[in-house]
C-alpha cells in the first residue's frame, strides 16, 4: 500500500501559479503512477492530468494543456502539479492518487487505489 499527503494548494489570483505536491508513503512510489484530479463544487471530479510510473508519459485534459505539468520525482518519493496561468475555473479541491499498472503506462480512469485527502486551491479574478 502507499500512502499519499498533497500540500502547497491556497489562494491565488489568476494568471498566478501554484504548485502541488504530491508525497508518498509505504511502498516504493516508482512502482506506481499517479493522476492528479479536482472537483469544483456542484461538479464531478474530474482527471486533471496523469504520469506513468517512470515519468516517461503523461496525459493532461484539455482545459490544462500547456498551462499544468505533472512530474514525479520517484527518488524523494513525491509528485507535483506545477499550475501556471490560473484561472478561475481552476478553483477546486485537488486530490492525487496513486496505482499500481500493467506496465509504465499513463491510467486516466478514476479507478485508482489509493488517494490523497485533497487540498483546496482558489483562484480570484
Known amino acids: 500500500q502507499v500512502q499519499l499527503v498533497e500540500s502547497g494548494g491556497g489562494s491565488v489570483q489568476a494568471g498566478g501559479s501554484l504548485r502541488l505536491s504530491c508525497a508518498a508513503s509505504g511502498r516504493p512510489f516508482s512502482i506506481y503512477a499517479v493522476g492528479w484530479f479536482r472537483q469544483a463544487p456542484g461538479k464531478e471530479r474530474e482527471l486533471v492530468a496523469a504520469?506513468?510510473?517512470?515519468?516517461?508519459?503523461?496525459y493532461y485534459t484539455d482545459s490544462v494543456k500547456g498551462r499544468f505539468t505533472i512530474s514525479k520525482d520517484n527518488a524523494k518519493n513525491t509528485a507535483y502539479l506545477q499550475m501556471n496561468s490560473l484561472k478561475s475555473e481552476d478553483t477546486a479541491v485537488y486530490y492525487c492518487?496513486?496505482?499500481?499498472?500493467?506496465?509504465?503506462?499513463?491510467?486516466?480512469?478514476?479507478?485508482?487505489?489509493?488517494w490523497g485527502q485533497g487540498t483546496q486551491v482558489t483562484v480570484s479574478s
Open positions: 492518487a496513486a496505482d499500481l499498472t500493467l506496465g509504465d503506462r499513463v491510467k486516466v480512469t478514476f479507478e485508482y487505489n489509493y
Open positions: 504520469i506513468s510510473r517512470s515519468g516517461s508519459s503523461s
